[in-house]
């Protein structure tokens, strides 16, 4: 029962789509290219959430929160920061609406038009660094390392639940420090932050590289990022964490007096994460029965379902379930019990695999005898028959097992999908077959990776900083390449 | 050493100002009535979320996200909700900006514009109603109860931080029933949710009651609140439960078949409190050095203060305050050790106070040598000298001692500040005078609450739930009255 989910191998966007809607994640709203993240979807999003929180205060940082509304002229002080954002922002113009004069609805006042309109936060760099500046005078006001969960708003022109919607969920990093080394290391060291949470997490398997000068972030000196590789072949750019250099503390004059009385501009970072990797949660690990969920973030770790022909069996098999719910809990784990006699366990099992809980429990009346259950395990659809009493241990020892067991999947899948080319016609067999990563030397050039581009429509999706640089020839234009980089198509 | 704050006998609305500022809570941002919630004051905003996400969960409510613009043509169609908020909502025109032909900035393009303007959500029953129409069809998906964290914009004319801003921040619940009964209970139970949180959390006591028709909810049949009094005499609705009744469902066209096979409108309720409780929070309890904050809310609830002279003795007292520390963790007692060089202890003292943080431990060598240490609350000022082993269960008790007193303390002040009177005169004198709550029978019209109001700017608060009604003769019109109500000069 796949619950009418198409197969990822007939049409891999089909089934991301469906699988999103089906399984109660999030859907379009009227508003273009906005979604509405539904209670399943949210709550998996909010454990993502609860854990980097937990993580970036553990490595020194506070949350903060700035406001939604930049005024227009402060997009203009950084000047690769305008080119990023300017053509893909929402205008707030007016402050009021009033009925049409033919009463024939509302209309916006034009006595309330706004002396300088105001975009709404495509990201914070701007009102955050305009900030700074009266919070930094000194050495001492240093670091400042904060944080905010908020929305942000980019007007794209084609969107996709999760993977790119007009407004999203993020949380943005926003630091600054008085020397670059220490800037530098902050840039790297939430780098691996989010490379811990996605692999120690999410169960995904990165590459953590660094962009180049086209693809990094506007108003950056160095943008690093961690890429994921999706089932059909496509990468996911999971995270990036950028090294601002003082770009910004010049943009607004945020300066501070060092400890030997001098006046210098103030080095910056920022990085960030959205609920675009909610997408990438999805397409990693899924099937074509439903969602496959990294069991450290599912909301709903285990399933029991109770198999009954009639209320006294049903009551019986209750009793007996309270001792397992009692075992899961004490460890953690969270636990419902399906009990609703609306709907049949076939319906049940197919329901649940649909939204990817990882460990299902059955229990009927033999098991009942037999002081057993029945335990199945989502992504390989195992089944085991355990005693009541070991079920605690047994599906503790089954979540852990399953987060590697998917990891390793992935992981074999990434690794099997990269692929090392030395000719643009080799680059492009393989990019129009397998996709995947593919490993390639390239000049060092915009022209040459615009043109790979154009052509094929894979991009440079980082520069890696953990393979060892060696030179070669640029498999486009025969110049020489210092270093081999990482091309695929992305989403 | 009140670090400059102004006395509240003085100048109540500065010293609010000025703490705000100088405890680092918060400060206005460069838009007009937007703010700039600073790392110690959003601390505490989420450890009030955190404790009411937690009881909105209890409940049986989950959290969604839905999308921050509302198309304009959503907002007419419930016409109370209309007149509520289209005089005050912020207008999305434009979708992208553009360099001006002389290259002199940005400018919005006009190419650009939307077909529908979208507001800036200033709450979200339209939007949420419309997605209701399509996940209620049938009363097995009764009853529906989401809550969102989120921001709203409504455009204020006057605004004071936490209190009355452009943008803050709140959550709002969205709760779909099968019946009238079932939707009552619900903005009930909520009511009760928020006076728990508001008394045993924030050590405030509230007045639940029901608003007036002309203070209601725009598009409610009823709206409860609470209201809470401060220390200047005024009061601040601290939160508010909305019976919809059958409003939105019927604007938005929800029906669901009943068990018995009828199509009838679903009931619903909304529910909110906002970074405005920021506002009660600090204006309830705290004095002329600074907060007092409740130790449940307190990010920091116990400071060591280090007294020496050396290296030498810094390095005995730490040693010794590890195990303080490690004493106060295992009770969950969150603790900071400033240890810092930079400043004097007299200087962190004064700071600490200002801050609001419930306990401060100080430990100089003479205590060493005595394995004491010394032990102020905030509240009281009160001092004692207790032996290090025993600080965990001391510093337990006195956060528990200390939460009762504020709220004793707070209980006692709003009793004596509710003043029942029987004459319009009288009740000027009050509100003249004293201020805080006055009880008068009131003829229940439209008209002679507007002509209170506008004559001493006092509002109806709210008609008492938990007080026997009493019929008199209204103070002002001198018409029959069939229960006294509570009147106040609000924030």
Not at 263 to 279: A, D, F, K
Request: glycine share 6%.
């Amino acid at each position: 029962m796949s619950k009418g989910l198409p197969k990822r191998s007939e049409d891999y966007s089909l089934w991301y789509n469906e699988l999103v809607k089906k399984a109660d994640l999030a859907e379009n709203s009227p508003v273009r290219g906005c979604m509405i993240i539904k209670p399943y979807g949210f709550a998996i999003w909010e454990k993502m959430q609860a854990k980097l929180d937990q993580m970036f205060k553990e490595t020194g940082h506070s949350n903060a929160y700035f406001p939604i509304f930049i005024p227009k002229s402060y997009l203009s002080k950084e000047a690769d920061h305008i080119e990023g954002f300017a053509k893909e922002c929402a205008v707030v113009t007016h402050y009021r609406l009033k009925q049409a004069e033919d009463r024939s609805g509302l209309v916006v006042d034009p006595e309330a038009k706004l002396e300088e309109e105001l975009i709404i936060r495509p990201t914070s760099e701007t009102v955050i660094w305009n900030t700074y500046r009266n919070w930094i005078q000194s050495y001492r006001d240093l670091p400042l390392k904060l944080n905010q969960w908020v929305n942000v708003v980019r007007w794209e022109m084609r969107t996709r639940l999760f993977l790119r919607t007009t407004e999203f969920l993020w949380q943005e990093g926003h630091t600054a420090h008085a020397t670059r080394e220490e800037a530098k290391e902050e840039t790297l060291k939430m780098l691996q932050v989010y490379t811990d949470f996605v692999q120690d997490y999410m169960a995904i398997p990165v590459i953590q590289g660094i962009k180049t000068e086209s693809e990094r972030f506007a108003g950056a000196v160095d943008t690093y990022c961690i890429e994921t590789l999706m089932q059909d072949g496509r990468a996911l750019q999971a995270g990036t964490s950028h090294f601002l250099g003082q770009n910004f503390a010049k943009a607004f004059e945020v300066k501070f007096a060092t400890r030997e009385g001098a006046l210098e501009y103030v080095w910056g970072t920022s990085w960030g994460v959205s609920t675009r990797l909610m997408g990438a949660l999805i397409m990693a690990h899924s099937d074509d029965k439903g969602l496959i969920l990294p069991p450290r973030l599912a909301p709903i770790q285990v399933v029991i379902v109770p198999i009954f022909k009639n209320e006294e069996q049903l009551e019986a098999i209750s009793a007996a379930v309270q001792g397992i719910v009692h075992q899961l809990k004490e460890r953690n784990i969270s636990v419902k019990y399906d009990d609703r006699d609306t709907h049949k366990p076939g319906w049940k099992f197919a329901e649940y695999e649909l939204k990817g809980v990882p460990v299902r429990i059955a229990m009927g009346p033999r098991d009942l005898e037999n002081s057993t259950a029945e335990i199945a395990r989502r992504d390989s659809s195992e089944k085991q028959t355990c005693n009541q009493q070991d079920i605690g241990s047994t599906v503790q020892h089954m979540l852990s097992g399953m987060h590697n067991s998917i990891y390793q999947k992935a992981l074999k899948f990434r690794d099997q999908n990269i692929t090392t080319v030395d000719s643009y016609e080799n680059f492009k067999e393989v990019l129009d077959t397998r996709g995947g990563f593919v490993r390639a030397h390239w000049d060092g050039t915009i022209e040459t990776e615009q043109r790979i581009k154009d052509e094929t429509k894979a991009t440079i999706r980082c520069i890696p900083i953990n393979e060892e640089a060696k030179a070669g020839i640029c498999i486009y234009s025969g110049k020489s390449s210092s270093q081999q980089v990482i091309f695929a198509k992305a989403y």
